[in-house]
T-cell receptor, first 116, second 115 residues
Framework: DGGITQSPKYLFRKEGQNVTLSCEQNLNHDAMYWYRQDPGQGLRLIYYSQIVNDFQKGDIAEGYSVSREKKESFPLTVTSAQKNPTAFYLC???????????????FGQGTRLTVV | QKEVEQDPGPLSVPEGAIVSLNCTYSNSAFQYFMWYRQYSRKGPELLMYTYSSGNKEDGRFTAQVDKSSKYISLFIRDSQPSDSATYLCAMSAGENAGNNRKLIWGLGTSLAVNP
């Protein structure tokens, strides 16, 4: 089945530790995105990538880092510099990136990160 | 003022009711409009996608876009308890926006359909 796989579904980490969230897609989509969802704040864009080896900061990139070494994979690292990391993180992909067309996005099932 | 406004609800209706969900927006360049459904603790799933103005129907769901009023709607006919979810609108300017074509999201409306 084609889709986007995020792992793990739940993640617990101690304050001050970096943690990496996995996102893999087999849809052959060029563009991939990371969003953060908090109650009452909707979806906020962290980073996006239109093509392999290229990525751009979104609206709330501070304290996060990404890489895009393969078309299928777009891992997100939540660093210790992120002041409020506990949230629901969503990865998405779309056929093409921002420069070529509309961007209806398809989402993974999310990772709920809790930092204690 | 946010670019996209969406009443968060919650909206509670009896089974079988017609549900109307709405978003307003301020950017006249938006031309791609989407509705997503999100169940609790799950990722959003794309329900409807509309380009420019007009109506689009898919089963019990109808999406309407009124660009003159900067207003979009999602109607759900014969609502079912399984429709209970959060509904998010999203939109983008597409090629009208140059390099800034990101999706702009509403906050989502929480819907409960009661048996």
């Amino acid at each position: 089945d084609g889709g986007i796989t995020q792992s793990p579904k739940y993640l617990f980490r101690k304050e001050g530790q970096n943690v990496t969230l996995s996102c893999e897609q087999n849809l052959n989509h060029d563009a991939m995105y990371w969003y953060r969802q908090d109650p009452g704040q909707g979806l906020r864009l962290i980073y996006y990538s239109q093509i392999v080896n290229d990525f751009q900061k979104g609206d709330i990139a501070e304290g996060y880092s990404v890489s895009r070494e393969k078309k299928e994979s777009f891992p997100l690292t939540v660093t210790s510099a992120q002041k409020n990391p506990t949230a629901f993180y969503l990865c998405a992909s779309s056929i093409t990136g921002y420069r070529t067309s509309n961007t209806e996005a398809f989402f993974g099932q999310g990772t709920r990160l809790t930092v204690v | 003022q946010k670019e996209v406004e969406q009443d968060p609800g919650p909206l509670s209706v009896p089974e079988g009711a017609i549900v109307s969900l709405n978003c307003t927006y301020s950017n006249s360049a938006f031309q791609y409009f989407m509705w997503y459904r999100q169940y609790s603790r799950k990722g959003p799933e794309l329900l409807m996608y509309t380009y420019s103005s007009g109506n689009k129907e898919d089963g019990r769901f109808t999406a309407q876009v009124d660009k003159s009023s900067k207003y979009i709607s999602l109607f759900i006919r014969d609502s079912q308890p399984s429709d209970s979810a959060t509904y998010l609108c999203a939109m983008s300017a597409g090629e009208n926006a140059g390099n800034n074509r990101k999706l702009i999201w509403g906050l989502g409306t929480s819907l409960a359909v009661n048996p």
